[in-house]
Each structure stands twice: as structure tokens, then as C-alpha cells.
């Protein structure tokens, strides 16, 4: 049997290996920007039924990120969003048939986690600056700061190891499902995948969202959000 | 077989039922208060809903490891090279 840790080597691109994950994720990548730029050419104030749908995707982040940040949206909307919709579409790339989602490599995974630890860094020190950000981790009290570094670590490594558990187990039993009984048997458990692989794009977008907020919200006074949305 | 290989193989399952126990038994408690409050409260359902999802999240990744621990066992034991 394969092991899940290891990742398959397609083609190389000169001395560089590429391997399987890597391209599938050119691929989303390519998927989404097109898609992303065709919509954004020809926006209108009456949207089209397909700029109508990207509009639903774009407010119900907004949403979320209002209810959990209690901050105005707009500064994190691109890097949350983009997280969101990569991790999902990237999950829901095991329904084309023979793509292996990114997700269930430990590579893919460990990239992602790794941006939201400098995202948290970033946004940190641009709503409070280098001492303001430092200053939170002396928080609720000087004790913790050995805590606060460590779990700062160790909350971004459960990150990666949570996408990837999900989503690689979810791949990998439906291979074991597949080599013992054919071929309508996994289709539940595929469903099942499909529920798992959305459920863990919001979670990863949300737990985004709580940690860049617990950098951020010691620094600024929370608005009064209700009173500031605009009416549509 | 040498015993390392079947002592590995058999510390997995163990690794994976047991670590399954604990979050099983949270994420079922975690649940029922959360349908509780519902039930209570049907306008939070929105809030409620949100956060038990990110509970969950937090709980399940105690299982996780359990199965990342086992994947090690199996496919990356530095003790079987």
C-alpha cells in the first residue's frame, strides 16, 4: 500500500521534481484567477446570474468574518476569502476523477499553516505595531509569555496536521473501501468526504479568523459593527 | 515478521481505538448541550452553530494525532529502517 506521507513525482521541470499535489494545485490555482478575472471584467450594478453567485460567496465571507472578528471585514476579506475558496475547491478536486485532492499532502497543508502564522504575524504588527504585537503575548499576564510563544507554534501545527488528517483520511479509506468491495460501494463514504472537505475549509477560514483576531483585538477598541453596516 | 513490526502494528490500533475514545465522549457531550441550547434559544442557532463547529474542530484534532501517531507507526518508523 502507499503511505500517505510520501507524495507522488509527475513530471520535472528541469532539475525541479513536480510532483503530483504541486500540479493539481497549478491547476486550482489557474481554475480560480480565471474564473476570478472573467467575473471581474464585466461587473455590472445588475449583476448576471454568475456575478450574482460570486457576490453570495463574497458576503458570506464578509459575514463571518464580522460575527467572528467584530472588525470591518475589508482588510482581511482577501486573504480569508482566498483561503476559504482554495481549501474548499481543494477538497472537492477528489470529485474529478483521478485528482487526488492537494489537501491530503502534508506539503500543501504545511504551506497553508505556515501563512496563516505570518498572516497572524503581519496583521499583528500592522494594527498595533512590532511592540504593540509583542505586548500580546504579556497577555492576560506576564506568566504566560513562554505559553503564549509555544502556543503559538503548536496552534498552527495542529492547523496542518488537522487539514491533513481529515482530508487524507477521508482518501485513504476510500482507497482500503475500493480494493476490498468495487464499484458503487465507496460512493457514500464519498459523499461523506465531500461533507468533511467543506466543513474543514470553514473551520480552517474561522480558526484563521480567531487568531489573527487575537492579535488584533487588544489593540483596537471594538465598533459597534450593527450600526455601521451599511443597508442594502 | 520481526516483533518491532508487529509491535508497531498492533500499538497503531491501540493508538487509534483508544485516542478515538476521549474525543468521541466530548464531541457527544459537545453536541447534546449545543441542541440543548438550541432547542432554548432557536434565534442563536446561528452562533451556537458556529462556535460548536470550531469546537469540534478543536476536539477532533485530539483524534487526529492519535491517527497521525498510527500513520507513523506504520509508513515512517524510524525504528524499522
Not at chain 1, 90 to 100: I, R
Not at chain 1, 144 to 173: D, K, W
Not at chain 2, 48 to 74: D, K, N, W
Request: with cysteine; aromatic share 8%.
Amino acid at each position: 500500500m502507499i503511505s500517505p506521507l510520501t507524495s507522488v513525482v509527475v513530471f520535472h521541470l528541469g532539475p525541479v521534481p513536480i510532483t503530483a499535489s504541486v500540479a493539481v494545485t497549478w491547476a486550482i490555482m489557474a481554475v480560480l484567477l480565471g474564473g476570478g478575472i472573467l467575473i471581474a471584467r464585466r461587473l455590472s450594478l445588475v449583476p448576471s446570474a454568475s456575478q450574482a453567485a460570486f457576490e453570495l460567496v463574497v458576503d458570506a465571507v464578509d459575514d463571518q468574518i464580522r460575527d467572528t472578528m467584530r472588525v470591518e471585514p475589508a482588510p482581511y476579506r482577501a486573504f480569508i476569502g482566498t483561503l476559504f475558496v482554495f481549501i474548499f475547491v481543494a477538497n472537492w478536486s477528489s470529485l474529478v476523477p483521478g485528482v487526488e485532492p492537494p489537501t491530503a499532502d502534508l506539503e500543501t497543508d504545511a504551506a497553508l499553516a505556515l501563512l496563516v502564522f505570518l498572516a497572524v504575524i503581519w496583521f499583528g504588527i500592522r494594527a498595533g505595531g512590532v511592540r504593540g504585537y509583542l505586548a500580546t503575548f504579556a497577555l492576560p499576564n506576564p506568566i504566560m509569555i513562554p505559553l503564549n510563544f509555544v502556543e503559538s507554534l503548536t496552534r498552527t501545527f495542529s492547523l496542518l496536521v488537522r487539514l491533513f488528517g481529515n482530508v487524507m483520511s477521508g482518501v485513504f479509506v476510500i482507497g482500503i473501501v475500493l480494493s476490498l468491495a468495487g464499484l458503487l460501494v465507496p460512493i457514500p463514504l464519498m459523499a461523506l468526504d465531500l461533507l468533511t472537505g467543506a466543513v474543514q475549509a470553514y473551520i480552517f477560514a474561522v480558526l484563521a479568523m480567531v487568531f489573527i483576531a487575537g492579535a488584533i483585538s487588544e489593540r483596537q477598541p471594538a465598533p459597534d459593527i450593527s450600526s455601521q453596516r451599511t443597508p442594502l | 515478521m520481526n516483533w518491532l513490526a508487529l509491535v508497531s502494528i498492533i500499538s497503531a490500533a491501540v493508538a487509534v481505538s483508544f485516542g478515538a475514545i476521549g474525543p468521541a465522549l466530548a464531541e457527544g457531550r459537545a453536541v447534546a448541550a449545543a441542541m440543548d441550547a438550541i432547542a432554548r434559544q432557536p434565534e442563536a442557532a446561528n452562533t451556537i452553530s458556529r462556535t460548536l463547529f470550531v469546537g469540534l474542530a478543536m476536539i477532533e484534532t485530539m483524534a487526529i494525532y492519535c491517527l497521525v501517531i498510527a500513520l507513523l507507526l506504520l509508513f515512517a518508523n524510524p525504528l524499522l529502517k
